[in-house]
């Protein structure tokens, strides 16, 4: 069953066209990694389709429904998330308060930042918050403030609050970029992990290609704003017109 369907997708910024007709479909439950080399349109898209940004043409649909140009709020709410290239999150506030005002965002929309102060009748947006909290590997750690955190763990929070609205569908745009091995390997773990009892959609954005492989079930390469590829991984390993794409020939 397909989930998003994007149809002739196309950004342009003046004379430069960021997304040149982009169609692209993601199956319900499947991994799909978009890659490409720097410059090849795979954020901008990301930010197409979650709202971020307003196409110049094309079509997002979203489990049937057109959401092309609908606010980012409105596409959370609908069961589309994300997470960003750099953490996205409140650094005074504790673990466990992050997560909060992201499930209290996904849920309501808007939100007033008192509401720390009387958390009565929030106990399902807390319950949530916790469960995601468990799900990343963050919760033992969840009083602190999140400026406190080692760098991986900041991603993962990231991740988690990505996590809080409980998305039928997760972009997740370079997850361990910056990452030591050892953190990248937790990451990527997590995400495995996620994906199985969460039963979430995943869309990757990732230039680690050992990761791309491990996760995907099917890759989709851009290159200058338009696709060039899609296929299973064995596929766009062996594919000269992807090998060229990558530094002129350079093997995957």
Do not use: C
């Not at 940004?53 to 980012?72: C, R």
């Not at 997560?99 to 009748?121: D, Q």
């Amino acid at each position: 069953m397909t989930i998003l369907a994007i149809t002739g997708l196309t950004k342009r910024f003046g004379n430069l066209t960021a997304v040149d007709d982009l169609s692209l479909h993601i199956e319900r439950g499947e991994s799909l990694s978009i890659i490409g080399p720097n410059g090849a349109g795979k954020s901008t898209t990301v930010n197409l389709i979650t709202g971020l940004l307003q196409p110049s043409a094309g079509e997002v649909l979203f489990h049937g429904e057109d959401i092309t140009g609908a606010q980012p709020h409105e596409i959370l709410q609908r069961g589309l998330s994300r997470s960003f290239q750099t953490a996205s999150i409140f650094p005074e506030l504790t673990v466990e308060q992050n997560a909060i005002v992201a499930a209290l965002g996904a849920e309501h929309g808007s939100f007033s930042l008192n509401f720390l102060r009387r958390l009565v009748g929030y106990d399902a947006v807390a319950e949530r918050a916790r469960r995601t909290l468990e799900d990343m590997g963050l919760y033992e750690q969840r009083e602190l403030e999140a400026q406190s955190l080692p760098y991986g763990d900041k991603r993962r929070l990231e991740m988690a609050l990505a996590l809080t609205s409980d998305p039928d569908l997760l972009f997740l745009d370079e997850p361990t970029a910056g990452m030591s091995p050892d953190e990248t390997e937790t990451t990527v773990t997590l995400i495995e992990r996620v994906k199985q009892e969460r039963d979430v959609t995943i869309v990757l954005i990732e230039h680690d290609m050992e990761i791309v492989f491990r996760i995907s079930d099917r890759i989709a390469v851009l290159s200058q704003g338009a696709k060039i590829a899609d296929g299973t991984p064995a596929e766009i390993q062996g594919d000269p017109t992807v090998q060229k794409a990558y530094l002129g020939g350079i093997e995957l």
